[in-house]
Protein backbone atom coordinates (compact mmCIF):
# COMPACT_ATOMS: atom_id res chain seq x y z
CA UNK A 1 0.00 0.00 0.00
CA UNK A 2 2.82 2.41 0.60
CA UNK A 3 4.32 1.86 -2.73
CA UNK A 4 0.98 2.76 -4.02
CA UNK A 5 0.83 6.30 -2.35
CA UNK A 6 4.62 6.68 -3.51
CA UNK A 7 3.12 6.32 -6.74
CA UNK A 8 0.31 8.59 -6.21
CA UNK A 9 2.50 10.90 -4.99
CA UNK A 10 4.67 11.22 -7.91
CA UNK A 11 1.87 11.08 -11.11
CA UNK A 12 0.23 14.20 -8.58
CA UNK A 13 3.61 16.05 -8.84
CA UNK A 14 3.34 15.23 -12.70
CA UNK A 15 0.09 16.86 -12.92
CA UNK A 16 0.69 19.93 -10.97
CA UNK A 17 3.85 20.71 -12.95
CA UNK A 18 1.99 20.60 -15.85
CA UNK A 19 -0.71 22.61 -14.70
CA UNK A 20 1.23 25.82 -14.48
CA UNK A 21 2.33 25.49 -18.00
CA UNK A 22 1.19 28.48 -20.16
CA UNK A 23 -1.59 28.13 -22.83
CA UNK A 24 -1.44 28.58 -26.17
CA UNK A 25 -3.11 31.59 -26.31
CA UNK A 26 -3.10 33.45 -23.27
CA UNK A 27 -6.57 35.26 -22.63
CA UNK A 28 -5.45 38.29 -20.68
CA UNK A 29 -3.64 39.24 -23.64
CA UNK A 30 -5.98 39.60 -26.24
CA UNK A 31 -9.30 42.03 -26.48
CA UNK A 32 -13.08 41.27 -25.95
CA UNK A 33 -14.49 40.08 -29.47
CA UNK A 34 -11.23 40.22 -31.45
CA UNK A 35 -8.60 37.35 -31.82
CA UNK A 36 -5.20 39.05 -33.19
CA UNK A 37 -2.47 37.29 -34.57
CA UNK A 38 0.19 38.46 -33.90
CA UNK A 39 3.86 37.14 -35.63
CA UNK A 40 5.35 35.14 -33.29
CA UNK A 41 2.64 32.62 -32.34
CA UNK A 42 1.62 29.77 -34.30
CA UNK A 43 -1.56 28.44 -32.93
CA UNK A 44 -4.50 29.73 -30.50
CA UNK A 45 -7.16 29.20 -29.06
CA UNK A 46 -10.48 30.39 -30.13
CA UNK A 47 -12.32 29.89 -27.11
CA UNK A 48 -11.55 32.61 -25.54
CA UNK A 49 -12.85 35.09 -27.71
CA UNK A 50 -16.11 33.12 -29.28
CA UNK A 51 -19.28 33.92 -28.64
CA UNK A 52 -22.69 31.86 -28.62
CA UNK A 53 -26.22 32.00 -29.71
CA UNK A 54 -28.08 29.05 -28.83
CA UNK A 55 -31.00 28.06 -31.62
CA UNK A 56 -33.45 26.09 -29.90
CA UNK A 57 -35.90 25.67 -32.78
CA UNK A 58 -32.28 24.56 -35.17
CA UNK A 59 -34.09 27.13 -38.02
CA UNK A 60 -32.05 29.89 -38.63
CA UNK A 61 -30.14 30.02 -41.50
CA UNK A 62 -26.11 32.23 -41.63
CA UNK A 63 -28.28 34.94 -43.57
CA UNK A 64 -30.14 34.99 -40.72
CA UNK A 65 -27.82 34.94 -38.12
CA UNK A 66 -25.59 37.73 -39.86
CA UNK A 67 -28.54 40.66 -39.50
CA UNK A 68 -28.50 42.81 -36.70
CA UNK A 69 -31.13 42.08 -34.26
CA UNK A 70 -29.93 38.26 -33.86
CA UNK A 71 -26.47 39.24 -34.19
CA UNK A 72 -26.99 41.05 -31.19
CA UNK A 73 -27.99 38.00 -28.93
CA UNK A 74 -24.40 36.56 -29.24
CA UNK A 75 -22.58 36.35 -25.79
CA UNK A 76 -18.76 35.94 -24.87
CA UNK A 77 -18.42 32.02 -24.30
CA UNK A 78 -14.88 33.40 -21.64
CA UNK A 79 -12.91 30.69 -23.15
CA UNK A 80 -15.70 28.29 -21.90
CA UNK A 81 -15.40 24.64 -23.76
CA UNK A 82 -18.07 22.32 -22.41
CA UNK A 83 -21.78 22.96 -22.40
CA UNK A 84 -23.03 19.31 -21.48
CA UNK A 85 -25.90 17.44 -23.61
CA UNK A 86 -27.44 19.60 -25.71
CA UNK A 87 -30.32 19.55 -28.18
CA UNK A 88 -30.34 22.75 -29.66
CA UNK A 89 -27.97 24.08 -32.35
CA UNK A 90 -25.07 25.88 -31.32
CA UNK A 91 -24.04 28.80 -33.58
CA UNK A 92 -20.47 29.88 -32.00
CA UNK A 93 -18.86 33.17 -33.68
CA UNK A 94 -15.35 34.71 -33.67
CA UNK A 95 -13.71 37.68 -35.30
CA UNK A 96 -9.80 37.02 -36.46
CA UNK A 97 -7.76 39.80 -37.03
CA UNK A 98 -4.17 38.75 -39.25
CA UNK A 99 -1.56 41.03 -38.59
CA UNK A 100 0.82 38.18 -39.79
CA UNK A 101 2.53 37.63 -43.41
CA UNK A 102 0.38 34.40 -43.47
CA UNK A 103 -2.74 33.99 -45.01
CA UNK A 104 -3.38 30.23 -44.93
CA UNK A 105 -4.71 29.16 -41.31
CA UNK A 106 -6.10 25.48 -39.92
CA UNK A 107 -9.50 25.94 -37.73
CA UNK A 108 -9.44 22.52 -36.06
CA UNK A 109 -12.34 21.44 -33.37
CA UNK A 110 -10.51 18.65 -30.98
CA UNK A 111 -13.59 16.69 -30.76
CA UNK A 112 -14.55 14.18 -33.84
CA UNK A 113 -18.02 13.43 -31.86
CA UNK A 114 -19.99 16.28 -32.99
CA UNK A 115 -22.05 14.67 -35.59
CA UNK A 116 -23.05 18.04 -37.10
CA UNK A 117 -20.74 20.76 -37.69
CA UNK A 118 -20.98 23.63 -40.87
CA UNK A 119 -18.51 26.37 -41.32
CA UNK A 120 -19.11 30.07 -42.63
CA UNK A 121 -17.20 33.07 -43.57
CA UNK A 122 -17.03 35.44 -46.48
CA UNK A 123 -13.32 33.89 -47.12
CA UNK A 124 -12.35 30.79 -48.71
CA UNK A 125 -11.84 27.59 -46.85
CA UNK A 126 -11.89 23.74 -47.34
CA UNK A 127 -12.71 21.14 -45.02
CA UNK A 128 -9.34 19.16 -44.54
CA UNK A 129 -9.99 15.00 -43.62
CA UNK A 130 -8.02 14.24 -40.66
CA UNK A 131 -8.83 13.07 -37.13
CA UNK A 132 -10.39 15.95 -36.03
CA UNK A 133 -12.78 18.07 -37.68
CA UNK A 134 -10.85 21.18 -39.40
CA UNK A 135 -10.80 23.63 -42.20
CA UNK A 136 -7.95 25.75 -44.31
CA UNK A 137 -9.40 29.35 -44.51
CA UNK A 138 -7.37 32.10 -45.92
CA UNK A 139 -7.58 35.30 -43.73
CA UNK A 140 -5.91 38.38 -45.22
CA UNK A 141 -3.27 39.96 -43.66
CA UNK A 142 -4.01 43.18 -41.94
CA UNK A 143 -7.79 42.39 -42.04
CA UNK A 144 -10.50 40.72 -39.58
CA UNK A 145 -12.47 38.50 -40.75
CA UNK A 146 -15.55 37.10 -38.65
CA UNK A 147 -16.05 33.29 -38.49
CA UNK A 148 -19.16 31.43 -37.95
CA UNK A 149 -19.74 27.53 -36.74
CA UNK A 150 -22.99 25.87 -36.95
CA UNK A 151 -23.20 22.58 -34.75
CA UNK A 152 -25.54 20.29 -33.49
CA UNK A 153 -24.99 16.76 -31.61
CA UNK A 154 -26.82 14.18 -29.68
CA UNK A 155 -24.11 13.96 -27.31
CA UNK A 156 -21.96 16.39 -25.11
CA UNK A 157 -21.37 20.09 -26.62
CA UNK A 158 -17.58 20.00 -25.87
CA UNK A 159 -15.75 22.27 -28.86
CA UNK A 160 -12.21 22.88 -27.99
CA UNK A 161 -11.53 25.22 -31.10
CA UNK A 162 -7.71 25.97 -32.30
CA UNK A 163 -6.47 28.32 -35.00
CA UNK A 164 -3.08 26.41 -36.06
CA UNK A 165 -0.69 27.41 -38.75
CA UNK A 166 -0.33 24.96 -41.70
CA UNK A 167 3.25 23.71 -40.87
CA UNK A 168 2.00 23.47 -37.22
CA UNK A 169 -0.99 21.41 -37.69
CA UNK A 170 0.93 18.85 -39.94
CA UNK A 171 3.64 18.75 -37.14
CA UNK A 172 0.32 18.17 -34.47
CA UNK A 173 -1.32 15.57 -37.41
CA UNK A 174 2.25 13.66 -37.03
CA UNK A 175 2.71 13.74 -33.50
CA UNK A 176 -1.26 12.47 -33.34
CA UNK A 177 -0.52 9.26 -35.37
CA UNK A 178 2.77 8.32 -33.90
CA UNK A 179 0.47 8.06 -30.15
CA UNK A 180 -2.15 6.33 -31.90
CA UNK A 181 -0.14 4.01 -33.63
CA UNK A 182 1.47 3.45 -30.13
CA UNK A 183 -1.47 3.25 -28.39
CA UNK A 184 -2.92 1.15 -30.13
CA UNK A 185 -0.24 -1.44 -30.55
CA UNK A 186 -0.14 -1.82 -26.49
CA UNK A 187 -3.68 -2.46 -26.58
CA UNK A 188 -3.13 -4.83 -29.48
CA UNK A 189 -0.61 -6.39 -26.85
CA UNK A 190 -3.04 -6.85 -24.34
CA UNK A 191 -5.73 -8.08 -26.44
CA UNK A 192 -3.01 -11.14 -27.56
CA UNK A 193 -2.39 -11.51 -23.97
CA UNK A 194 -5.72 -11.96 -22.58
CA UNK A 195 -6.99 -13.97 -26.10
CA UNK A 196 -3.78 -16.68 -24.91
CA UNK A 197 -5.09 -16.40 -21.01
CA UNK A 198 -8.45 -17.27 -22.56
CA UNK A 199 -7.63 -19.97 -24.61
CA UNK A 200 -5.42 -22.15 -22.04
CA UNK A 201 -7.52 -21.08 -18.85
CA UNK A 202 -11.05 -21.14 -20.07
CA UNK A 203 -11.81 -18.93 -17.72
CA UNK A 204 -15.16 -16.77 -18.28
CA UNK A 205 -13.48 -13.90 -16.38
CA UNK A 206 -10.80 -13.52 -19.10
CA UNK A 207 -13.54 -13.56 -21.96
CA UNK A 208 -15.44 -10.37 -19.57
CA UNK A 209 -12.21 -8.58 -19.76
CA UNK A 210 -11.46 -9.20 -23.40
CA UNK A 211 -15.24 -7.76 -24.17
CA UNK A 212 -14.35 -4.75 -22.20
CA UNK A 213 -10.40 -3.90 -23.79
CA UNK A 214 -11.91 -4.41 -27.27
CA UNK A 215 -14.80 -2.18 -26.33
CA UNK A 216 -13.24 0.13 -24.63
CA UNK A 217 -10.01 0.62 -27.48
CA UNK A 218 -13.21 0.71 -30.13
CA UNK A 219 -14.50 3.45 -28.04
CA UNK A 220 -11.26 5.09 -28.12
CA UNK A 221 -10.86 4.97 -31.89
CA UNK A 222 -14.22 6.92 -32.35
CA UNK A 223 -12.95 9.51 -29.81
CA UNK A 224 -9.81 10.33 -31.17
CA UNK A 225 -11.44 10.61 -34.94
CA UNK A 226 -9.78 7.38 -36.49
CA UNK A 227 -12.99 6.66 -37.71
CA UNK A 228 -13.73 9.52 -39.25
CA UNK A 229 -10.34 9.19 -40.47
CA UNK A 230 -10.74 6.47 -42.81
CA UNK A 231 -14.28 6.26 -43.58
CA UNK A 232 -15.21 10.20 -43.49
CA UNK A 233 -18.55 9.66 -41.50
CA UNK A 234 -19.73 11.96 -39.18
CA UNK A 235 -23.19 10.34 -38.36
CA UNK A 236 -24.20 8.44 -35.00
CA UNK A 237 -20.36 8.77 -33.51
CA UNK A 238 -21.59 10.04 -30.20
CA UNK A 239 -24.27 7.37 -29.65
CA UNK A 240 -21.76 4.76 -30.68
CA UNK A 241 -19.14 6.11 -28.99
CA UNK A 242 -21.45 5.93 -25.54
CA UNK A 243 -22.72 2.75 -26.69
CA UNK A 244 -19.27 0.94 -26.71
CA UNK A 245 -18.40 2.86 -23.03
CA UNK A 246 -21.44 1.60 -21.94
CA UNK A 247 -20.46 -2.25 -22.80
CA UNK A 248 -17.11 -1.82 -21.34
CA UNK A 249 -18.72 -1.06 -17.72
CA UNK A 250 -21.35 -3.48 -18.11
CA UNK A 251 -18.23 -6.43 -18.96
CA UNK A 252 -16.17 -5.31 -15.98
CA UNK A 253 -18.77 -5.81 -13.31
CA UNK A 254 -18.81 -9.45 -13.62
CA UNK A 255 -15.09 -9.85 -14.51
CA UNK A 256 -14.20 -8.11 -11.09
CA UNK A 257 -16.83 -10.02 -9.50
CA UNK A 258 -15.05 -12.97 -10.34
CA UNK A 259 -11.66 -12.36 -9.86
CA UNK A 260 -12.13 -10.48 -6.50
CA UNK A 261 -14.27 -13.61 -5.74
CA UNK A 262 -16.72 -11.28 -4.06
CA UNK A 263 -19.40 -13.99 -4.10
CA UNK A 264 -17.13 -16.23 -1.61
CA UNK A 265 -15.14 -13.25 0.18
CA UNK A 266 -16.91 -10.00 0.41
CA UNK A 267 -20.78 -10.29 0.24
CA UNK A 268 -21.56 -6.94 0.69
CA UNK A 269 -19.44 -5.88 -2.02
CA UNK A 270 -21.24 -8.78 -3.99
CA UNK A 271 -24.43 -7.20 -3.43
CA UNK A 272 -23.21 -4.23 -5.37
CA UNK A 273 -21.84 -6.24 -7.99
CA UNK A 274 -24.96 -8.14 -8.73
CA UNK A 275 -27.48 -4.73 -8.83
CA UNK A 276 -25.15 -2.96 -11.21
CA UNK A 277 -24.61 -6.32 -13.47
CA UNK A 278 -28.76 -5.70 -13.70
CA UNK A 279 -28.58 -2.39 -14.62
CA UNK A 280 -26.13 -1.75 -17.09
CA UNK A 281 -27.86 -3.87 -19.68
CA UNK A 282 -30.90 -1.80 -19.08
CA UNK A 283 -28.83 1.41 -19.40
CA UNK A 284 -26.97 0.35 -22.63
CA UNK A 285 -30.51 -0.75 -24.43
CA UNK A 286 -31.98 2.94 -23.00
CA UNK A 287 -29.06 4.68 -24.88
CA UNK A 288 -29.23 2.54 -27.98
CA UNK A 289 -33.20 2.91 -28.49
CA UNK A 290 -33.53 6.68 -26.95
CA UNK A 291 -30.73 8.82 -27.11
CA UNK A 292 -32.39 11.25 -29.40
CA UNK A 293 -34.94 11.65 -26.81
CA UNK A 294 -33.10 13.30 -24.28
CA UNK A 295 -31.92 10.49 -21.98
CA UNK A 296 -28.20 11.36 -22.69
CA UNK A 297 -27.39 12.93 -18.92
CA UNK A 298 -29.37 10.69 -17.29
CA UNK A 299 -27.31 7.56 -18.72
CA UNK A 300 -24.16 10.13 -18.01
CA UNK A 301 -25.33 10.29 -14.52
CA UNK A 302 -26.06 6.47 -14.30
CA UNK A 303 -22.40 5.38 -15.93
CA UNK A 304 -20.20 7.71 -13.36
CA UNK A 305 -22.22 6.02 -10.64
CA UNK A 306 -21.31 2.60 -11.90
CA UNK A 307 -17.62 3.94 -12.34
CA UNK A 308 -17.69 5.38 -8.73
CA UNK A 309 -19.24 1.84 -7.84
CA UNK A 310 -16.55 -0.13 -8.98
CA UNK A 311 -13.78 1.70 -7.81
CA UNK A 312 -15.89 2.21 -4.40
CA UNK A 313 -15.91 -2.05 -4.27
CA UNK A 314 -12.57 -2.30 -5.49
CA UNK A 315 -10.90 0.11 -2.78
CA UNK A 316 -13.03 -1.65 0.01
CA UNK A 317 -12.00 -5.33 -1.12
CA UNK A 318 -8.42 -4.00 -0.87
CA UNK A 319 -8.95 -2.48 2.44
CA UNK A 320 -10.23 -5.76 3.80
CA UNK A 321 -7.26 -7.35 2.62
CA UNK A 322 -7.40 -8.36 -1.07
CA UNK A 323 -4.25 -8.73 -2.08
CA UNK A 324 -5.71 -8.51 -6.27
CA UNK A 325 -7.86 -5.56 -5.00
CA UNK A 326 -4.66 -3.49 -4.22
CA UNK A 327 -3.09 -4.13 -7.68
CA UNK A 328 -6.38 -2.69 -8.97
CA UNK A 329 -6.38 -0.02 -7.09
CA UNK A 330 -2.95 1.24 -8.39
CA UNK A 331 -4.11 0.24 -11.58
CA UNK A 332 -7.03 2.59 -11.20
CA UNK A 333 -5.41 5.25 -9.81
CA UNK A 334 -3.01 5.65 -12.77
CA UNK A 335 -5.87 6.16 -15.09
CA UNK A 336 -7.65 8.91 -12.72
CA UNK A 337 -4.41 10.60 -12.50
CA UNK A 338 -3.63 10.15 -16.15
CA UNK A 339 -7.18 11.01 -17.20
CA UNK A 340 -7.88 13.72 -15.16
CA UNK A 341 -6.39 16.60 -17.52
CA UNK A 342 -8.32 15.27 -19.98
CA UNK A 343 -11.72 16.16 -17.94
CA UNK A 344 -10.38 19.22 -16.31
CA UNK A 345 -9.08 20.69 -19.53
CA UNK A 346 -12.47 20.04 -21.06
CA UNK A 347 -13.76 22.41 -18.35
CA UNK A 348 -11.02 24.74 -19.61
CA UNK A 349 -9.06 24.11 -16.33
CA UNK A 350 -6.14 22.79 -17.52
CA UNK A 351 -4.09 23.73 -20.73
CA UNK A 352 -4.67 21.74 -23.79
CA UNK A 353 -1.53 19.98 -24.88
CA UNK A 354 -0.04 16.43 -25.23
CA UNK A 355 -0.37 15.47 -22.27
CA UNK A 356 -3.94 16.44 -21.64
CA UNK A 357 -4.92 14.60 -25.24
CA UNK A 358 -3.44 11.60 -24.56
CA UNK A 359 -3.08 10.91 -20.71
CA UNK A 360 -5.83 8.98 -20.42
CA UNK A 361 -5.59 6.30 -23.10
CA UNK A 362 -2.32 5.65 -21.95
CA UNK A 363 -2.82 6.18 -18.44
CA UNK A 364 -5.66 3.04 -19.96
CA UNK A 365 -3.02 1.20 -20.73
CA UNK A 366 -1.15 1.22 -17.81
CA UNK A 367 -4.26 0.10 -16.12
CA UNK A 368 -4.14 -2.79 -18.47
CA UNK A 369 -0.69 -3.55 -18.45
CA UNK A 370 -1.52 -4.09 -14.94
CA UNK A 371 -4.11 -5.73 -14.78
CA UNK A 372 -2.74 -8.32 -17.29
CA UNK A 373 0.00 -8.69 -14.76
CA UNK A 374 -2.62 -9.81 -11.87
CA UNK A 375 -4.16 -11.98 -14.73
CA UNK A 376 -1.16 -13.65 -15.06
CA UNK A 377 -0.91 -14.18 -11.37
CA UNK A 378 -4.15 -15.47 -11.38
CA UNK A 379 -3.00 -18.06 -14.05
CA UNK A 380 -0.25 -19.26 -12.25
CA UNK A 381 -2.50 -19.54 -9.06
CA UNK A 382 -5.17 -21.83 -11.65
CA UNK A 383 -2.09 -24.08 -12.45
CA UNK A 384 -0.89 -24.57 -8.97
CA UNK A 385 -4.41 -25.30 -8.06
CA UNK A 386 -4.35 -27.53 -11.36
CA UNK A 387 -1.15 -29.24 -10.02
CA UNK A 388 -2.61 -29.64 -5.83
CA UNK A 389 -5.65 -31.11 -7.82
CA UNK A 390 -3.42 -33.52 -9.47
CA UNK A 391 -1.63 -34.43 -6.28
CA UNK A 392 -4.58 -35.28 -4.72
CA UNK A 393 -6.17 -37.53 -6.99
CA UNK A 394 -2.65 -39.54 -7.10
CA UNK A 395 -2.45 -39.40 -3.41
CA UNK A 396 -6.27 -40.64 -3.15
CA UNK A 397 -5.09 -43.37 -6.07
CA UNK A 398 -2.16 -44.54 -3.82
CA UNK A 399 -4.26 -44.05 -0.79
CA UNK A 400 -7.14 -46.78 -2.15
CA UNK A 401 -4.40 -48.76 -3.58
CA UNK A 402 -3.19 -49.36 0.36
CA UNK A 403 -6.04 -49.77 1.95
CA UNK A 404 -6.95 -52.05 -0.59
CA UNK A 405 -3.84 -53.96 0.14
CA UNK A 406 -4.17 -53.63 4.07
CA UNK A 407 -7.73 -54.78 4.15
CA UNK A 408 -7.06 -57.88 2.42
CA UNK A 409 -4.92 -59.59 4.76
CA UNK A 410 -7.93 -58.70 7.66
CA UNK A 411 -10.19 -59.96 5.52
CA UNK A 412 -8.91 -63.46 4.70
CA UNK A 413 -8.43 -63.58 8.26
CA UNK A 414 -11.74 -63.19 8.58
CA UNK A 415 -13.19 -65.87 5.97
CA UNK A 416 -11.03 -67.86 7.57
CA UNK A 417 -11.96 -67.98 11.06
CA UNK A 418 -15.56 -67.68 9.93
CA UNK A 419 -15.02 -70.99 7.35
CA UNK A 420 -13.62 -72.49 10.35
CA UNK A 421 -16.68 -71.96 12.12
CA UNK A 422 -19.21 -73.40 9.85
CA UNK A 423 -17.44 -76.43 9.36
CA UNK A 424 -17.09 -76.86 12.88
CA UNK A 425 -13.21 -77.20 12.79
CA UNK A 426 -12.58 -75.80 16.13
CA UNK A 427 -13.58 -77.80 19.32
CA UNK A 428 -12.10 -75.95 22.35
CA UNK A 429 -13.70 -73.06 23.77
CA UNK A 430 -10.42 -71.32 24.73
CA UNK A 431 -9.64 -71.57 21.03
CA UNK A 432 -12.90 -70.41 19.88
CA UNK A 433 -12.77 -67.40 21.94
CA UNK A 434 -9.67 -66.41 21.04
CA UNK A 435 -10.30 -66.35 16.91
CA UNK A 436 -13.47 -64.77 17.84
CA UNK A 437 -11.40 -62.21 19.43
CA UNK A 438 -8.87 -61.93 16.52
CA UNK A 439 -12.10 -61.79 14.21
CA UNK A 440 -13.25 -59.21 15.93
CA UNK A 441 -9.96 -56.91 16.18
CA UNK A 442 -9.39 -57.54 12.23
CA UNK A 443 -12.72 -56.17 11.80
CA UNK A 444 -11.95 -53.25 13.87
CA UNK A 445 -8.75 -52.77 11.41
CA UNK A 446 -11.27 -53.00 8.51
CA UNK A 447 -13.73 -50.61 9.87
CA UNK A 448 -10.79 -48.10 10.59
CA UNK A 449 -9.63 -48.17 7.24
CA UNK A 450 -13.00 -46.96 5.82
CA UNK A 451 -13.65 -44.43 8.60
CA UNK A 452 -10.31 -42.78 7.09
CA UNK A 453 -11.74 -43.03 3.04
CA UNK A 454 -15.53 -41.35 4.59
CA UNK A 455 -13.10 -38.57 6.09
CA UNK A 456 -11.46 -37.40 3.28
CA UNK A 457 -15.29 -36.50 1.55
CA UNK A 458 -16.52 -35.19 4.92
CA UNK A 459 -13.44 -32.81 5.04
CA UNK A 460 -13.92 -31.53 1.41
CA UNK A 461 -17.92 -31.21 1.93
CA UNK A 462 -17.88 -29.68 5.51
CA UNK A 463 -15.09 -26.74 3.76
CA UNK A 464 -18.01 -25.60 1.76
CA UNK A 465 -21.33 -26.30 3.58
CA UNK A 466 -20.44 -25.91 7.08
CA UNK A 467 -21.28 -21.96 8.26
CA UNK A 468 -19.13 -20.58 10.71
CA UNK A 469 -20.15 -19.23 14.14
CA UNK A 470 -19.09 -16.87 16.69
CA UNK A 471 -18.27 -18.26 19.69
CA UNK A 472 -16.49 -17.88 23.51
CA UNK A 473 -13.17 -19.88 22.64
CA UNK A 474 -12.45 -20.49 26.21
CA UNK A 475 -16.35 -21.33 27.23
CA UNK A 476 -16.44 -24.08 24.36
CA UNK A 477 -13.16 -25.30 24.91
CA UNK A 478 -14.05 -26.20 28.50
CA UNK A 479 -17.08 -28.20 27.26
CA UNK A 480 -15.62 -30.05 24.55
CA UNK A 481 -12.38 -31.08 27.10
CA UNK A 482 -14.80 -32.39 29.52
CA UNK A 483 -16.59 -34.33 26.94
CA UNK A 484 -13.22 -35.80 25.30
CA UNK A 485 -12.00 -36.52 29.05
CA UNK A 486 -14.75 -38.98 29.52
CA UNK A 487 -14.25 -40.87 26.05
CA UNK A 488 -10.23 -40.38 26.78
CA UNK A 489 -11.01 -42.48 30.40
CA UNK A 490 -12.92 -45.06 28.30
CA UNK A 491 -10.37 -46.02 26.45
CA UNK A 492 -8.34 -47.14 29.86
CA UNK A 493 -6.09 -43.37 29.88
CA UNK A 494 -6.12 -40.35 32.58
CA UNK A 495 -7.19 -36.69 31.05
CA UNK A 496 -5.75 -33.76 32.15
CA UNK A 497 -7.32 -30.64 31.02
CA UNK A 498 -6.73 -26.85 31.54
CA UNK A 499 -8.89 -23.81 30.06
CA UNK A 500 -6.88 -20.20 31.26
CA UNK A 501 -9.28 -17.69 32.68
CA UNK A 502 -8.23 -15.04 29.97
CA UNK A 503 -10.35 -17.27 26.78
CA UNK A 504 -13.23 -17.19 28.59
CA UNK A 505 -14.31 -13.50 26.81
CA UNK A 506 -12.44 -14.30 23.65
CA UNK A 507 -14.11 -14.80 20.35
CA UNK A 508 -13.46 -16.59 17.57
CA UNK A 509 -15.23 -17.22 14.38
CA UNK A 510 -15.05 -20.88 13.42
CA UNK A 511 -17.07 -24.02 11.88
CA UNK A 512 -17.64 -25.42 15.10
CA UNK A 513 -17.78 -29.15 13.70
CA UNK A 514 -14.48 -29.03 12.06
CA UNK A 515 -12.71 -27.79 14.58
CA UNK A 516 -14.21 -30.34 17.08
CA UNK A 517 -12.81 -32.73 14.69
CA UNK A 518 -9.77 -30.83 15.12
CA UNK A 519 -9.71 -31.67 18.29
CA UNK A 520 -10.76 -35.10 18.37
CA UNK A 521 -8.59 -36.17 15.83
CA UNK A 522 -5.58 -35.24 17.82
CA UNK A 523 -6.77 -36.61 21.05
CA UNK A 524 -7.85 -40.17 18.90
CA UNK A 525 -4.08 -39.62 17.99
CA UNK A 526 -2.91 -39.10 21.92
CA UNK A 527 -5.09 -42.18 22.61
CA UNK A 528 -3.43 -44.63 20.38
CA UNK A 529 -0.10 -44.14 20.85
CA UNK A 530 -0.26 -43.82 24.77
CA UNK A 531 0.52 -46.88 26.92
CA UNK A 532 -2.41 -48.42 28.99
CA UNK A 533 -3.10 -46.27 32.04
CA UNK A 534 -0.76 -42.82 30.23
CA UNK A 535 -1.96 -39.79 30.27
CA UNK A 536 -3.58 -37.15 27.99
CA UNK A 537 -3.13 -33.98 28.60
CA UNK A 538 -5.24 -30.85 27.02
CA UNK A 539 -4.41 -26.98 27.24
CA UNK A 540 -6.29 -23.85 25.84
CA UNK A 541 -4.44 -20.87 26.08
CA UNK A 542 -3.78 -17.31 24.51
CA UNK A 543 -1.03 -17.41 22.11
CA UNK A 544 -0.41 -13.79 20.78
CA UNK A 545 -3.38 -12.57 18.53
CA UNK A 546 -4.81 -16.16 18.72
CA UNK A 547 -6.15 -19.04 20.64
CA UNK A 548 -3.79 -22.30 21.05
CA UNK A 549 -4.64 -25.87 21.95
CA UNK A 550 -2.34 -28.19 22.94
CA UNK A 551 -2.84 -32.01 23.28
CA UNK A 552 0.11 -33.95 24.83
CA UNK A 553 0.41 -37.25 25.08
CA UNK A 554 3.30 -39.55 27.26
CA UNK A 555 3.90 -42.33 24.47
CA UNK A 556 6.75 -43.50 22.59
CA UNK A 557 7.24 -39.75 20.96
CA UNK A 558 8.01 -39.25 17.12
CA UNK A 559 11.61 -38.74 15.49
CA UNK A 560 12.94 -35.21 14.56
CA UNK A 561 13.55 -36.34 11.51
CA UNK A 562 9.99 -37.18 10.76
CA UNK A 563 8.28 -34.37 12.92
CA UNK A 564 8.38 -31.84 9.12
CA UNK A 565 6.68 -35.21 7.44
CA UNK A 566 3.52 -36.10 9.80
CA UNK A 567 0.82 -33.80 8.59
CA UNK A 568 1.33 -34.70 5.16
CA UNK A 569 -1.22 -37.51 4.12
CA UNK A 570 0.36 -41.13 3.77
CA UNK A 571 2.79 -39.86 6.09
CA UNK A 572 2.91 -43.33 7.88
CA UNK A 573 3.66 -45.57 4.61
CA UNK A 574 6.95 -45.78 5.37
CA UNK A 575 7.05 -46.33 8.98
CA UNK A 576 7.01 -49.13 10.22
CA UNK A 577 4.66 -49.29 13.60
CA UNK A 578 1.81 -51.53 14.03
CA UNK A 579 -1.00 -49.31 14.75
CA UNK A 580 -3.81 -49.36 11.67
CA UNK A 581 -4.52 -46.17 9.78
CA UNK A 582 -2.79 -44.57 6.85
CA UNK A 583 -1.82 -41.48 8.50
CA UNK A 584 -4.63 -39.21 7.31
CA UNK A 585 -5.97 -37.94 10.62
CA UNK A 586 -3.47 -35.50 11.32
CA UNK A 587 -3.39 -34.29 7.76
CA UNK A 588 -7.11 -33.55 8.25
CA UNK A 589 -6.45 -31.84 11.14
CA UNK A 590 -3.79 -29.01 8.96
CA UNK A 591 -6.18 -28.72 6.71
CA UNK A 592 -8.65 -27.72 8.40
CA UNK A 593 -6.98 -25.26 10.71
CA UNK A 594 -4.80 -23.81 7.78
CA UNK A 595 -8.54 -23.10 6.41
CA UNK A 596 -9.25 -21.07 9.44
CA UNK A 597 -6.75 -19.08 9.16
CA UNK A 598 -4.30 -20.70 12.39
CA UNK A 599 -1.38 -22.87 12.54
CA UNK A 600 -0.57 -26.26 13.78
CA UNK A 601 2.39 -27.59 14.31
CA UNK A 602 4.05 -30.71 16.90
CA UNK A 603 7.28 -31.02 19.24
CA UNK A 604 8.55 -34.26 20.56
CA UNK A 605 11.18 -36.29 22.40
CA UNK A 606 11.83 -39.91 21.91
CA UNK A 607 11.01 -41.79 24.84
CA UNK A 608 8.71 -38.94 26.82
CA UNK A 609 5.54 -38.70 24.52
CA UNK A 610 4.40 -35.71 22.06
CA UNK A 611 2.55 -32.49 21.87
CA UNK A 612 0.36 -31.56 19.21
CA UNK A 613 -0.55 -27.36 18.65
CA UNK A 614 -3.01 -25.19 17.03
CA UNK A 615 -4.17 -22.19 16.90
CA UNK A 616 -7.26 -20.63 15.86
CA UNK A 617 -7.06 -16.25 15.38
CA UNK A 618 -9.25 -13.95 17.15
CA UNK A 619 -12.49 -12.20 16.18
CA UNK A 620 -11.84 -8.63 15.90
Same mark, same amino acid.
Given at each position: ???????????Y?????L????????????????????????????????????????????????????? $??????????????Q???? *??????????????????????????????????????????????????????????F???? &??????????????????????????????????????V????????????????????????G????? *?????????????????????????????F?????????????F????????????????????????? $????G????????????????V??W?????????????????????????????S???????????? +???? +??????????????? $?????????????? &????????????????????????? +?????M??????P????????????????V???????????????????E????????? *??????????????????????????????????????????????????????????????????????????T?G??????????????????????????????????S????????H???V????????????????????
Amino acid at each position: MRKGGVIAALLYLIVGILLIQPSEASAAEAQKGLLELPNPQHAYSLNDRMELLVDDSGNLSYEEILSPDIS $RQFKAIHGQIAFGFQSSVH *WFRVAVRNETSNDTWIVQMDNPLIEHIQFYSTVEAKPLRGNYPAYEVKLPPGETTAVYFRLAT &EGEMTIPFKLLDPLTYHDTQTKYYFFFGLYYGLIAIVIVFVLILLFFTRDTAFLYYLIGVVSFGASNFI *WNGLERTLFGSDHLKSAVHHLLVYITIWTFFPFFRKILDTRQRFFPADIVMRVFMALCPVATAAWALFY $RHGIGPYVSVFELTAVIAIIAVILWCAFKGSRVAVFFSIAMLTTVVFGMPKIMMSYGLFPDNTFANF +GMQF +GSVVDFLLLCFVLYN $RLLLMQREKDRARM &ELEVRTKLLQNISHDIRAPLAYVLG +GVEAFMQRLIHDPERQDRMLNHIHQKVLDVYRYIQELSQLGKLEASAEEEQREIVRFGE *WMESLFHEFSSDIEQAGMRCEYRVEPALREVEVHVQKHAIKRVLANLIDNACKYSPKNGTVKLEASLDDRSARVTVGDNGPGIEAEHLPLIFNRLSRLEQTDDKPGQGIGLSIVKEIVDRHGGTVWADSEPGEGSRFYFTIPFRY
